[in-house]
């Protein structure tokens, strides 16, 4: 049986001032928001990134399968009350594909997945991976990235001018940001990585990526 294919929604990206304040807003959003949904995907595109958020998880004491260690997944557990979270890294998110079809089963296709990701590829064409993925689910979905100020990639366009900015305007650093402005500077960022990138060189890291791929280092 074949079940159409839904348009997944693309939230605004939560922006933290720091990496660790990012970390625990993610956990701290997952846990509130977990009832509201049929499964949680937790990714990102480099490894260095995923086990930290690894190591974040066992930390706040979070139940949640890896993907990358004895993975077991029954879709009766999609049926719970509580969405199950899946840890998995970006470049192997084409494995699941033979479960989106059970997605569309009548007694759970109106529930939604949230897909939610640590970073930003530096190359845009690296988050079309995410974006390919959620577009063949057969259930509604929806997609949220965070990332924060002193990350790699924001050190394109200023991340610490930014912060200091937003400090200015009354912004307080404990709270997630979502602009309009900002998701476009990502944008930008991502296309003046690849007008400089000599390659896509597979890495463990962001900080890899650049020192390898990039033309000019950070």
């Known amino acids: 049986m074949f ?20 970390w625990n807003g993610m956990v701290d959003e997952m846990i509130k928001e977990q009832n509201q949904y049929l499964l949680i995907l ?7 990134t995923l086990n930290e958020m690894r190591q974040q998880f066992q930390r ?3 139940n949640f399968k890896d993907y990358d260690q004895s993975f077991n997944f029954h879709m009766g557990e999609l049926k719970e009350k509580r969405a199950p979270i899946l840890l998995i890294l970006a470049e192997k998110l084409s ?12 007694e759970i296709k109106n529930r939604e997945v949230l897909m939610i990701a640590a970073e930003h590829h530096p190359l845009k064409e690296g988050d079309e991976v995410l974006f390919s993925f959620m577009s063949r689910l057969t259930c509604r979905s929806r997609i949220r990235f965070h990332c924060a100020l002193d990350e790699p990639l924001f050190k394109l366009f200023g991340g610490e001018r930014v912060l200091s900015l937003l400090k200015n305007l009354g912004w307080k650093e404990k709270d997630h940001i979502s602009h309009s402005v900002i998701s476009s500077a990502i944008e930008k960022a991502q296309e003046k990585v690849k007008q400089k990138a000599r390659g ?17 280092p950070l």
């Open 3 to 22: 079940f159409k294919k839904k348009k997944f929604e693309r939230e605004g990206d939560r922006i933290w001032a720091t990496s660790e304040l990012k």
């Open 42 to 48: 937790t990714t990102a595109h480099f490894q260095k």
């Open 60 to 62: 706040k004491n979070l």
């Open 95 to 106: 494995e699941l594909d033979t479960c989106i079809q059970q997605l569309g089963e009548p």
């Open 200 to 216: 896509n060189q597979r890495v463990d890291s962001v900080e890899d990526w650049f020192h390898y791929n990039a033309t000019t």
